[in-house]
């Protein structure tokens, strides 16, 4: 299967092109890198060296592929999406543009306007531990945002089985220096970013919209504030969600079971929950290259609190590893192929 | 003024020297460290090394001075203190034994039994703060927890002045390393520990009842929910807290007001809020070595929720620092003698 | 094919394992831990989770297999090895014991004396780049210190084609805190050890002796002298090594034939060295994870100094990867099986 | 004594006014900032707030005052000179421009050309431990490059006292990232530059020119061949300078009396060489907001090598502090005025 890649100079487009590059079912046709065009791949993913020989290509010169991955700043796919529909079959979108179904929450979070709203409804937001059949079926595919992804998989299982109330969930997110992709800025260079605790985010976070969207067709009238924070990290996400649970004395059993159920067959979900020891609890340092999304618990003894911990790599389960996920499913291919690395430690 | 350590080779011990050494009110007469006596406190901290000679001596060695620090893990302090509160007019102690009023308390919270909860009523709990006059007529005190202390700066004013609910509060904090002392753990382990972004404590944090405590004088039923998470951090302490006003759309002016009502006289507090610019909020990186408390604030423009941000050295205004503002205090120095390192930038 | 593993709670075995996990010519048969018998290996090494429920076993359990692995701390697997060395036809030693080849060379350079001199010389020590032929025909086989290997593959290539004075050689490293091992200790505690920049020893490093032993037979009389330095890494390593060129005027192309010629048909050796960039010389940080030495030079355009720059993943390249690599040469296996991860960026 | 600062907005003009501010001798009159003129210097130096309510000014605004400190990027500062030096009588500059007396340096190591020649010889190099008179005479001082100073002060004893060969000198520097200053680059970029250890300037480096000048006042036909490596840092500077003794059994003792003769009343050298513990060499770490150089050493048992190392912190003695230093010397306030502070531990 001939695949091609829109956006291939960022961190979203490397990480794609590091798991495509090594899966058994597929061959990467083009990469597309509008403002580095002619240079090789490996000038912006150095990992790749002696890997491939692949050169960006302008826009232009984009040919037909069996699937197409575009991997762009938010608000930059909306305007050549109905070029490229028509050049793949099959396109899976990494950002924002098509993640919501209705145009005035596009209006409300992002702005400007959005250029091309009749497409919305054409796209599927892809969880595929949640959505896995409307994905196996989907010729278009809206990838979720890294700390939406996260959110919704703590999430759901106690949501959709009814264990906590909608309407008081906290989001406490700690973040990753490469979520803000490529291009330096005051706030990503080293001496101001290294060693941060930095609030960057304490309410008004976009994903906010798509974590409530995707949940609701779960638990209507759900409500999710989160706070985002910068910490020292280049790759991965955890949050902390503080919730209650409908019943004051949950038993951990009980949202055990929760996760169980609702994760039994999907490769990608751990529960990591241990009495002793480094590791009892799921962390982004562990996940670093890996499509995991670890999820664990705790139940405060004192009554009528749920903390829910979440950890991904925001650049695989947040972002290319789902992209490829989704495809595996879309093409038939075993679930978790090319997505086999378990990760490093230490590291 | 005389003033002796007992502690001197851990942490907190190290802080209290180098502001003492520096303070142009005292001399610090003798350090004690039972395990170390004979060294020269420089082997411990590197920093003070051309600053002082003082050597390490036995607790046996303790003579009278006009005021004493004690500055022992959990549950050390509790043994000696009856010896040491003849030996010194005044005692500043700097763990936790005494910072409980109520034996239950230490009990439910702490492990083994207290061994003098005679003494617990005794010593009075310091935030300056808010305890100015108490502290002023005060011969023992009995310094907050980092944690505890900057939660319960960040939440008094808005509980005082009834802004917020007491009974919905939510504080995520993100910790350093140096919280967990001197002696190396698996935990604090270098290829474990950097780079983590670790929930070590969900729930059930013991700073939680000297933080409730402390608070239901100004706010009756009032109910914090702690969860901890370890980031890369040496010094320094984050607290994101998640709390719903009453009126719903609570206006920013509002809390500034009972913020700036309440500190107008408190030479470390800063209330950071900006619109622009990188330093938005309270950042813990900025205030390595100094003795302030930077806090702010946002409020979700959805409505009903409000985040508090607090920031400290947990060595400094969570530790040391805040016991010689108390000491200045007490010996009627100006309240910040010997703090007014300002921070270094970018660090 | 069955391996085993001797010593599988620490770094180096935990990296063995999860390479030999994935490798597609053995099956893992038995993980020994004597300390730890009974618990199961993910207890030590997380990444492993859902990868395999093997448990570490008792010394005495060791079955016959037909490889085996010793990763044990110096010193450590001298007492063992004439016994293993009847269970399995052939061994990989991944500690020190068996380096040196001299007696006398062992006594100056560690402590106590080697418990059996007799065996030294029935090791091979394995550098495949340069001893392929000695290591496909091995039963035994030691592998090099991490900081030996990246500093020999570095150097042969100048030494053994006479472009370089073998008695100017200064090997300036910069290493991280996975070498030390697992066992905290008050060196590698978070707070003292994260953004170091420690001289850890600036002269005496043990892995002189073994660098050159391996290089004299390519350059009589050479010596090399090492500074260490400890810098905020968890895994990888980097060496500076300061050359003198015998032609003051050496070119740049000079230096690249001589790697060309000597590393053609190496497949983990990536001579790195770009005008522009970020990426222009090799950088540890790249090869997490991945079996790679890379290495880049500059000529000093004033004369006289040719300055060599190599990196590796001490755990990968420098401890159990070259040990696989070495396996799959004594196995007849595809050189680079298993080994194939490229590393993640960024990082 | 007034002082003013051109060039207020960087990192080592924001270094210089925490100095300055809170020095006992001197009022900072006035702060420019060409591009920033209006905003409070709090906006670029936050840990200032509180502090001052200075704010940058344009160049043209700038007022007579006793001493002016211009603090600017390399090559900024000749243009304005001319003028500047008419508006105090006393300037001392914290860039390159006026560190070379011979025009025909700075042509071979910087461009482009310099625009003022003929002040090259009207600025005293400065040292305070060497140059203490010079200093105390001059009216125009040029602070050496961070890099520089370190390995003067580490230098200097041993080639003044003849006890090292001047032809074979490496300096090995780890660099921290303030050093590139303020502005953002793709390499300062956080997810870029964090746990690098990246060989930014193998040969080349320019601060060669003007310790080859600096020192061969005392030992003629020196060389030094400087390789810079940035590490994982934001302040701070290590050197591992290797060298060759005269003789090849040259004792410690022999080396510590030539750093005691050299430096005996210098207040800000200490040498820094234990047996045992953590901290048995310099460390830049340790060293974070103080004035201090810390030079240690180490003889090679094998003979025929000495290894020094040296450590300050960049924007200090490296820049901010050692530029206050001469100011101290210059207007006679003693040396240590305003550069008292100890340095934190653990940081």
Same mark, same amino acid.
């Given at each position: 299967?001939?695949?091609?890649?829109?956006?291939?100079? $960022? /961190? $979203? #487009?490397?990480? &794609?092109?590091?798991?495509?590059?090594?899966?058994? $079912?597929?061959?990467?046709? !083009?990469?597309?890198?509008?403002?580095?065009?002619?240079?090789?791949?490996?000038?912006?993913?150095?990992?790749?060296?002696?890997?491939?020989?692949?050169?960006?290509?302008?826009?232009?010169?984009?040919?037909?592929?069996? &699937?197409?991955?575009?991997?762009?700043?938010? #608000?930059?796919?909306?305007?050549?999406?109905?070029?490229?529909?028509?050049? +793949?079959?099959?396109?899976?979108?990494?950002? @924002?543009? =098509?993640?919501?179904?209705?145009? !005035?929450?596009?209006?409300?979070?992002?702005?400007?306007?959005?250029?091309?709203?009749?497409?919305?409804?054409?796209?599927? /937001?892809?969880?595929?531990?949640?959505?896995?059949?409307?994905?196996? +079926? +989907?010729?278009?595919?809206?990838?979720?945002?890294?700390? +939406?992804?996260?959110?919704?998989?703590?999430?759901?299982?106690?949501?959709?089985?009814?264990?906590?109330?909608?309407?008081?969930?906290?989001?406490?997110?700690?973040?990753?220096?490469?979520?803000?992709?490529?291009s330096p800025s005051p706030a990503s260079h080293h001496p101001e970013r290294t060693g941060a605790v930095r609030s960057y985010q304490p309410v008004g976070h976009r994903h906010t919209i798509e974590i409530e969207r995707c949940l609701e067709e779960y638990a209507p009238g759900v409500r999710v504030d989160i706070s985002a924070t910068a910490v020292e990290m280049v790759r991965g996400l955890l949050v902390t969600i503080h919730a209650e649970p409908?019943?004051?004395?949950?038993?951990?059993?009980?949202?055990?079971?929760? /996760?169980?159920?609702?994760?039994?067959? @999907?490769?990608?979900?751990?529960?990591?929950?241990?009495?002793?020891?480094? /590791?009892?609890?799921?962390?982004?340092? &562990?996940?670093?290259?890996?499509?995991?999304?670890?999820? #664990? =618990?705790?139940?405060?003894?004192?009554?009528?609190? &749920?903390?829910?911990?979440?950890?991904?790599?925001?650049?695989?389960?947040?972002?290319?590893?789902?992209?490829? !996920?989704?495809?595996?499913?879309?093409? $038939? =291919?075993?679930?978790?192929?090319?997505? #086999? =690395?378990?990760?490093?430690?230490?590291?």
């Amino acid at each position: 299967m001939d695949v091609s890649i829109i956006g291939g100079s $960022g /961190y $979203g #487009g490397g990480e &794609l092109l590091r798991l495509l590059l090594q899966h058994s $079912g597929v061959r990467v046709k !083009q990469v597309i890198g509008r403002s580095s065009a002619g240079l090789p791949v490996t000038r912006f993913h150095p990992n790749l060296r002696g890997l491939t020989s692949l050169v960006l290509e302008d826009p232009e010169a984009l040919q037909p592929c069996d &699937l197409l991955f575009t991997s762009l700043p938010n #608000g930059k796919s909306m305007f050549g999406m109905p070029d490229w529909m028509r050049t +793949a079959p099959r396109v899976i979108d990494l950002g @924002a543009d =098509f993640r919501l179904d209705r145009e !005035q929450d596009w209006i409300e979070w992002y702005t400007p306007p959005h250029a091309r709203p009749e497409l919305l409804e054409r796209f599927i /937001y892809a969880v595929p531990e949640i959505h896995r059949e409307r994905i196996t +079926a +989907a010729e278009r595919i809206a990838c979720p945002g890294c700390e +939406a992804i996260v959110s919704i998989l703590a999430l759901y299982p106690l949501l959709e089985q009814n264990l906590i109330r909608p309407d008081r969930i906290i989001i406490d997110a700690k973040m990753s220096s490469s979520q803000a992709g490529r291009s330096p800025s005051p706030a990503s260079h080293h001496p101001e970013r290294t060693g941060a605790v930095r609030s960057y985010q304490p309410v008004g976070h976009r994903h906010t919209i798509e974590i409530e969207r995707c949940l609701e067709e779960y638990a209507p009238g759900v409500r999710v504030d989160i706070s985002a924070t910068a910490v020292e990290m280049v790759r991965g996400l955890l949050v902390t969600i503080h919730a209650e649970p409908r019943i004051k004395d949950i038993g951990e059993k009980t949202v055990w079971q929760a /996760y169980r159920r609702a994760y039994r067959e @999907a490769p990608f979900i751990r529960i990591i929950k241990q009495r002793r020891g480094l /590791y009892r609890f799921p962390e982004p340092k &562990l996940l670093q290259g890996t499509n995991f999304c670890d999820i #664990g =618990f705790a139940v405060d003894p004192r009554g009528g609190r &749920l903390v829910v911990i979440g950890a991904i790599d925001n650049l695989v389960k947040g972002t290319a590893g789902n992209a490829v !996920q989704c495809m595996n499913l879309m093409a $038939g =291919f075993p679930e978790n192929t090319g997505l #086999g =690395f378990p990760g490093l430690h230490p590291v």
